[in-house]
């Protein structure tokens, strides 16, 4: 079942403004990734935050979890073109390693 | 990170008819999954794929329709029985290497006719 939510479902943003989603889930987790998405390809890991982690870089990306809200964002500055795709939060529950996918966000970064 | 394959990249397949997808991983991985992406949706998992044995379905997914081999550590196949217009999707596999991280494929685009 859907468990993690992200919104906006969609994002237009102008090159060089920041790019801000959200994600929620319902139940207790191991760790949330993020994923992007370039028209309906593969899935490429952006970033990886346990549940005892509260922020993480990587780059032009930073990610917050907030476990007492269940909730996470992901932030990506200074955006360009090419970070145009659709970004998908996921979480591993319990001791499995398998992963829930929220609905995703659909970014389009205008040049 | 793991390099993941799979082929073929996409197919156009008539109603009724089976398509066997096929996953490499250029490293040993404990674990590898199955997911479906509809058009416009998000990604469900099908099935864990055990090595040596039969894989795990998820809810809604069944070995009839979606049967799946693991005869390694670095490959697995899944296949699409009886294939009708509902599943056209893309089909992505995944594999788990440890530290948590799960690497996709490149996905397989189904089209059914």
């Known amino acids: 079942s859907q468990q993690g939510e992200e919104d906006p479902q969609a994002l237009s943003i102008q090159e060089g403004e920041n790019a801000t989603m959200n994600c929620s889930y319902k139940t207790s987790i191991n760790n949330l990734q993020w994923y992007r998405q370039n028209s309906g390809r593969g899935l490429v890991h952006l970033i990886l935050?346990?549940?005892?982690?509260r922020e993480k870089h990587s780059g032009r990306l930073r990610v917050t979890l907030d476990t007492s809200k269940k909730s996470s964002s992901l932030l990506i500055t200074a955006s360009r073109a090419a970070d145009t795709a659709s970004y998908f939060c996921?979480?591993?529950?319990?001791?499995?390693?398998?992963?829930?996918f929220g609905k995703g966000t659909k970014l389009t970064v205008n040049p | 990170s793991a390099v993941i394959s799979q082929k073929p990249s996409r197919d156009i397949c008539q109603r009724g008819t089976s398509l066997t997808i096929q996953c490499q991983v250029d490293s040993q991985v404990t674990m590898m999954f199955w997911y479906r992406q509809q058009p416009g949706q998000s990604l469900t998992l099908i099935a864990t794929?055990?090595?040596?044995?039969?894989?795990?379905?998820e809810s809604g997914f069944v070995i009839d329709k979606f049967p799946i081999s693991r005869p390694n550590l670095t490959f697995s196949t899944l296949t699409v029985s009886n294939m009708s217009p509902e599943d056209s999707s893309i089909y992505l596999c995944s594999a788990y290497r440890g530290f948590n991280e799960q690497f996709f494929g490149p996905g397989t685009r189904l089209t059914v006719l």
């Open positions: 935050i346990r549940s005892n982690e």
């Open positions: 996921a979480t591993a529950q319990g001791g499995s390693e398998k992963l829930v």
């Open positions: 794929a055990n090595q040596g044995s039969e894989a795990t379905y």
